[in-house]
């Protein structure tokens, strides 16, 4: 889902940075190609069994685990908004640390703190919203292709942490009410996943909003997965534990992120020159 629409274009590029004073730069982050969406389902797997990981068998709790990952995704959000231009060894433990800090939020809030998922869901897609609202009447597009401003750069990262976190929210809620199990719940998510991708591709449906609700449903179907490898067989899972698919999946994403960067292919550009654009 890579399609350039027309609201990135109501303020042109250049004029608004010489306005603003501004030194223009690179877009920030890797436009969204196949590598793109296969290593963001990685690292939400990843972030899924890493917060289990850390608040359960760690035992750092619900409030130990929430600061440590917040400290790391500090250290790395501040080298991130160093860059001039994106670097996928920066951008993707962002990522990652951005899932984990997500899940740990939602997941307190519904385990702890006794707010049931719907009311969890309903916040998050309030504060979501805003994120959005306030993001386009500042800056008047949405689209990650033109992630090249501080400004921007600020609340693409707020938008990428309450995804998770709603995303979490209203995973628990669909699996909690439907009781699907890990297996039929990843499978609803990736169907669903894919009706955007047909809107999209075969109805013309706005690029910008395809990328953001794709973006949205990866993180239930990248839990669903990492609890279908982790959780016991009692539970419904293969029983891998949360250290082995923590490991397998962090293997896997260095695999995916070094082959596109050794080609050249992840970047923030479209594949190819007829390839739309986000």
Known sequence: MTRETSDSQVVPEAGRTAASGRRPR?????GPTVHFWIIKVLCTTVGETAADLLSEKAGLGPTGAPV????????????????????AGVYWPAVALMSAVGTLISD???GNAGVPPATATAVFAVVLAVVFVVWYRRERTLSVQHVDTVGRESFYWQAVLFTFALGTAAGDLVSERLGLGYWLSGTLFAAT???????YFALDLDAVWSFWTAYLLTRPLGASLGDGLSQPP???????????????????????VVHPSVTRRDNSEPEHPGAPAA
């Open 26 to 30: 690179r877009n920030k982050v890797p």
């Open 68 to 87: 440590l990952m917040s400290a790391l995704l500090a250290v790395v959000l501040v080298v991130q908004f160093r860059t001039s231009t994106y670097r």
């Open 108 to 110: 307190n809030l519904t």
């Open 193 to 199: 996943i894919a009706a955007v991708a047909i809107a």
């Open 234 to 256: 009692g539970d419904g899972g293969l029983g891998l534990g949360a250290v082995a698919t923590s490991a397998l999946f962090l293997t896997v994403i260095v695999g995916v």
